[in-house]
C-alpha cells in the first residue's frame, strides 16, 4: 500500500468554480503537510504549508488538514485558467521528517 | 523565480552510453536532491545529500550515482544507460534547518535511453 494516494483526475472545470483536490495516508507520523503545484514541463513549486491539524488560508487557496481521518484537502476558490496544471502533495514526519512523500498529482484543466 | 538549473533539459542517448546530468543552484541551500517521476506518477527520491561530500541514497533503489564536491553542484550520472533509465529527473534544493520544506525544483531533464 502507498503511504499517499491522491486522485489522479484529470479534474477540468469551468472559470469561476471550485475546486477540491484530496489526498490520503497511512502513516499516522505525518506532522508537515505541503501542497506543491507544477506546471508543463516545470518543476513543481510549493503552493501551501500546513503543520498539523486545522486549516490556512492563502489568498483563493485553503488548505486543510484532518489528521484523525489522516486527510488532506487544497480548495481552490474562483479558479482561474493559470491555475492549470499538476497538484501533488507531499508529507513528511516520523522516520521520514525532512524528507517529502509525494502524492502522483492531478492534473487540473480550467476552462475560460 | 528559483535559482536552479538541470542541463541538458532533454537527452536521448543509446543504451549503455554513460551519462550525467547537471544540477547547479545558487541559493547557497545545504540540501539538495534528485528525484525520478514516470508520467502520473509520484515523485520518488533516489538521491539527497545535507552538503559537500556528503550524500545518500534515496527511497527507491536506482542504478545511478551521485557527488556533492562544491555547495553549489550535486550531478547525476548512470554509467551504462538502459532502457528502463527513461524517465524525467528533477533536482531540487533547500535550506538545511529554516523553511527546510520548500524544496526548490530544477525544471527538470528528460531522459530516453534507446
Known amino acids: 500500500q502507498k503511504e499517499v494516494e491522491q486522485d489522479p483526475g484529470p479534474l477540468s472545470v469551468p472559470e469561476g468554480a471550485i475546486v477540491s483536490l484530496n489526498c490520503t495516508y497511512s502513516n499516522s507520523a505525518f506532522q508537515y503537510f505541503m501542497w506543491y503545484r507544477q506546471y508543463s514541463r516545470k518543476g513543481p513549486e510549493l503552493l501551501m504549508y500546513t503543520y498539523s491539524s486545522g486549516n490556512k488560508e492563502d489568498g483563493r487557496f485553503t488548505a486543510q488538514v484532518d489528521k484523525s481521518s489522516k486527510y488532506i484537502s487544497l480548495f481552490i476558490r474562483d479558479s482561474q485558467p493559470s491555475d492549470s496544471a499538476t497538484y501533488l502533495c507531499?508529507?513528511?514526519?516520523?522516520?521520514?521528517?525532512?524528507?517529502?512523500?509525494f502524492g502522483q498529482g492531478t492534473i487540473l484543466t480550467v476552462h475560460p | 523565480e528559483a535559482d536552479i538549473y538541470q542541463t541538458p533539459r532533454y537527452l536521448v542517448i543509446g543504451t549503455g552510453k554513460k551519462i550525467t546530468l547537471e544540477c547547479s543552484q545558487t541559493m547557497g541551500h545545504d540540501k539538495m536532491y534528485w528525484y525520478q517521476q514516470d508520467p502520473g506518477m509520484e515523485l520518488h527520491l533516489i538521491h539527497y545529500?545535507?552538503?559537500?561530500?556528503?550524500?545518500e541514497k534515496g527511497d527507491l533503489s536506482s542504478e545511478s550515482t551521485v557527488s556533492r564536491i562544491r555547495t553549489e553542484h550535486f550531478p547525476l550520472t548512470l554509467e551504462s544507460a538502459r532502457p528502463s533509465h527513461t524517465s524525467q529527473y528533477l533536482c531540487?534544493?533547500?535550506?538545511?534547518?529554516?523553511?527546510?520544506?520548500?524544496?526548490?525544483f530544477g525544471p527538470g531533464t528528460r531522459l530516453t535511453v534507446t
Open positions: 507531499a508529507l513528511s514526519g516520523g522516520t521520514s521528517y525532512g524528507k517529502l512523500t
Open positions: 545529500s545535507y552538503g559537500v561530500n556528503s550524500t
Open positions: 531540487a534544493s533547500s535550506e538545511l534547518a529554516r523553511d527546510w520544506y520548500e524544496q526548490y
